[in-house]
């Protein structure tokens, strides 16, 4: 099928939501190309569980693309066009799975030596669009902060070079009730600013006690869809002709009640009621992300770039807890046990580089150029504080806590 | 479908591919003092003593994919001690080698070893669709199959040694060694003390390929490389990492059977897949002392002394830190300019020292210029001899 020949009825499967909005949209989606609109829709097939700050900016561009007259669709799309297709992509059912479609895709312009030109052709859509609908700023300025290095007792090596250039290191910090002071901060920050999805608390561990006002997501808490999900993926590799392939489609058509995820299930507090967008969220965490399952490490570090990239927030303290040693990679996918050997040193290396990732990826967020970001060396006197009046690359031997350097950071 | 906050991506141009290659000639010179090479600077192999038919070369893949931040870069030499201080010194150094083939590790070394940018499922047992460098060498030479051998770190590498091409292919290929499968089998599958050296695929790490193809069987290990099971069950003990075996299985290798060519793919960094930064710059250290451990090896051993050239080159790079489409070091799916864009190390006799070379190269080049060194006429190969090195 072509995008020319689309009709309501193609999109009878989709979530009431969806199924509204392509259909609002469907005079738009019957002129884009082939190359491009699979991986629209694997998007939009999925608008009743997404973030606010998603379906606003998914509304915001359908509503563009829409607006553009012939000639200005042409000159968006062109580079789309030029991409060749295969008759069995073009014949895929698309519109059902767009997901699958674009995996599909993605092996054809490697194969067919096109993905240099699909890349072009992506990037200069997104340039456009961003620069005909400008994201819209945040209603106060970002703040990110990171808490690194839980249960190490004393590291020799510098930490944060990569951020330090950025922003100003301190040396002489109070520790105590650090974590407490942080989650306080995120939690004032939530109730003065109450958007939902606004404001996260993303532990690798088992979270502090916190405020329900702050967006949870931890791998403790995860522990049992994280077995379910490898009990899984064992059945699954026992059978004749499984491959990596047939596997990730199998994981991308999970619900959340496959793996048993939601309150009653998944190890969350009683009083959370379900969430059908932060479970999708969770599932997504786990199904798509490569190492989640078996490391908290890139688990906290993929959550906090999934919730940058998808919610936005306004507020994330994002806090990485020690990691399994690595064993082999069938033992690890065989079980979540009960006791395992932790890697502390290893894991502060990893979240030293997911503190820098993690500003990274909030610095790709609207409002930039306002956002903060702290970072904290866990029960330790480093830290590390970027902020629009911030000096960059400097050090601090000045003693401080950690509310004084959030003032800072402000 | 484009997230329209997403930081603008580096498209692949040769233009963003000179800048790395810049960086990385100016990272060298400045930490090794090393001098720019032209192709007017002629190498002076034709000079060395070493006749065609007593030439060796054994290529390594530094793989899987290491990054320039994490390697060359100021804040990375700290991670290749041993190429900055060892083997630079005495090489050439190509900065701009460009991968524009698929950035899979199997079928990105398929296409190292034909010359082609090979199209074949990476997660599939296949041969290469092209001839590999090694039906070359021996059809042409009329070399026997003790001549050529690749040591390969995962079973899905299993038929890199000879490709379906119609005019080559069967028995004309270079003999395959699977260290962790031998390893298997010589435990008989009580492989409770040696699972640190069996980690396979991290790419995709559910993938348990099929065997076939002319794999190295156990009962060879004796006959050939003179290596009881016991002996090799014991000194498997010692190791920490499925490419310390490998190296090992190599070094055996030239002490016994001494092969002209052989091809020595690593594989310890591609951990970097599980998301662990600690781990991805642990194997990035340990590939590098083993690079200088076959130079060593090749330093020693009577048969390769002197006469060996060895080729030092990863299959690829991985994801900038950039590239918003990435996840930074973990994958390298994006195909932005740092993922394609590598590097080349080359050293032994005939070969200047010292030298850093930025004109831009592609991966396909090797197996011509091996087809230059050695004699053989690489006809389906796509690339084009490196003028500097011949």
């Not at chain 1, 674009?102 to 620069?131: C, I, M, P």
């Not at chain 1, 999900?229 to 489609?249: A, C, H, K, N, S």
């Not at chain 1, 490391?295 to 993929?302: D, K, P």
């Not at chain 2, 781990?279 to 048969?303: F, H, M, N």
Request: charged share 20%; net charge neutral; hydrophobic share 40%.
């Amino acid at each position: 099928m072509l995008p020319r020949d689309l009709r309501p009825e193609n999109f009878a499967g989709y979530p009431p939501e969806a199924r509204k909005l392509v259909t609002n949209y469907l005079g738009t989606l019957q002129t884009l190309p082939l190359s491009f609109e699979p991986g629209l829709l694997r998007e939009l097939i999925d608008f009743d569980f997404k973030f606010p700050a998603e379906r606003t900016a998914h509304e915001r561009e359908l509503a563009k693309v829409s607006s553009l007259s012939n000639d200005q669709r042409k000159e968006w799309f062109h580079e789309f066009d030029e991409i060749k297709l295969s008759p069995q992509l073009e014949a895929f059912d698309w519109v059902k799975s767009p997901a699958q479609f674009v995996e599909k895709l993605s092996a054809h312009l490697w194969s067919t030596h096109q993905l240099d030109a699909f890349r072009k052709a992506s990037n200069n859509y997104g340039d456009r669009l961003r620069q005909a609908v400008p994201p819209e700023p945040p209603p106060i300025p970002r703040l990110g902060i990171t808490v690194i290095g839980q249960g190490v007792a004393s590291y020799d090596d510098p930490l944060f070079r990569k951020l330090r250039p950025h922003g100003a290191y301190f040396t002489r910090v109070n520790p105590e009730n650090g974590l407490r002071i942080l989650l306080n901060a995120a939690t004032d920050r939530s109730r003065k600013h109450p958007i939902r999805y606004g404001h996260w608390y993303i532990d690798g561990g088992d979270e502090a006690p916190h405020s329900t006002g702050l967006t949870t997501v931890s791998y403790k808490a995860l522990e049992p869809v994280r077995a379910a999900l490898l009990r899984r993926i064992q059945t699954e590799l026992d059978r004749p002709g499984m491959g990596p392939e047939t596997l990730r489609t199998l994981l991308a058509q999970l619900h959340p009640v496959d793996l048993g995820i939601g309150a009653k299930n998944s190890g969350k507090k009683n009083d959370e009621s379900a969430d059908e967008v932060l479970e999708r969220f969770e599932l997504k965490l786990l199904t798509e992300g490569s190492g989640t399952q078996i490391f908290s490490t890139i688990f906290a570090q993929w959550a906090a770039r999934e919730a940058l990239r998808r919610a936005q927030p306004l507020t994330l303290l994002v806090r990485f807890a020690p990691r399994q040693r690595q064993r082999p990679m069938n033992e690890l996918i065989t079980a979540v046990p009960a006791s395992t050997e932790l890697d502390l040193a290893g894991s502060l290396v990893d979240a030293d580089m997911g503190a820098y990732y993690n500003w990274l990826n909030q610095q790709r967020l609207p409002g930039a150029d306002q956002s903060s970001f702290l970072v904290w060396f866990e029960g330790h006197n480093q830290a590390l504080v970027i902020g629009p009046a911030m000096p960059r690359g400097t050090e601090s031997t000045s003693a401080a806590d950690l509310s004084q350097l959030l003032t800072l950071a402000a | 479908m484009i997230d329209a906050s997403q930081k603008r991506s580096v498209v692949m141009s040769d233009g963003a591919g000179a800048a790395l290659a810049r960086t990385r000639r100016d990272f060298l010179r400045s930490a090794a003092g090393l001098t720019l090479g032209s192709t007017l600077l002629r190498s002076p192999w034709a000079r060395a003593a070493v006749a065609a038919s007593k030439r060796k070369v054994v290529v390594v893949t530094f793989g899987g994919g290491a990054r320039d931040q994490e390697t060359f870069a100021p804040e990375g030499q700290e991670n290749i001690p041993h190429l900055m201080r060892e083997l630079i010194p005495q090489s050439s150094f190509f900065t701009q080698v460009v991968n524009r083939g698929i950035l899979g590790h199997y079928v990105a070394t398929a296409s190292l070893a034909t010359g082609v940018y090979e199209t074949i499922n990476n997660f599939a047992a296949l041969p290469p669709q092209s001839p590999t460098v090694f039906e070359y060498f021996r059809k042409d030479l009329k070399r026997p199959s003790s001549d050529a051998w690749v040591v390969a770190p995962s079973n899905g590498f299993n038929r890199i040694g000879e490709s379906s091409h119609r005019s080559y292919g069967q028995g004309l290929g270079a003999r395959v060694i699977l260290p962790k499968h031998l390893l298997t089998a010589a435990t008989s599958g009580r492989h409770d003390d040696y699972q640190h050296l069996l980690r396979d695929n991290y790419e995709t790490p559910f993938y348990a390929p099929e065997l076939a193809g002319s794999e190295f069987e156990l009962q060879q290990l004796e006959m050939i490389l003179k290596l009881s099971v016991d002996d090799f069950k014991a000194h498997a003990q010692t190791l920490s990492s499925p490419d310390e075996l490998s190296v090992y299985i190599a070094h055996q290798l030239m002490r016994q059977v001494a092969p002209s060519l052989l091809w020595i793919t690593m594989h310890d960094i591609d951990i970097a897949h599980a998301g662990a930064y600690s781990l991805y710059v642990e194997g990035i250290r340990r590939t590098d002392r083993l690079c200088s451990d076959v130079w060593k090896a090749i330093q020693s051993e009577p048969e390769y002394a002197g006469k060996t050239t060895m080729f030092i080159l990863p299959d690829f790079g991985r994801d900038s830190d950039e590239d918003a489409g990435g996840n930074g070091f973990q994958h390298h799916r994006t195909g932005d300019a740092l993922s394609r864009t590598t590097w080349m190390l080359v050293a032994g006799p005939g070969i200047r020292e010292g030298v850093v070379v930025d004109r831009p190269m592609e991966s396909t080049d090797l197996v011509p210029t091996l087809g230059a060194m050695f004699g053989f006429s690489p006809s389906f190969a796509q690339g084009k001899p490196v003028s500097e090195l011949l």
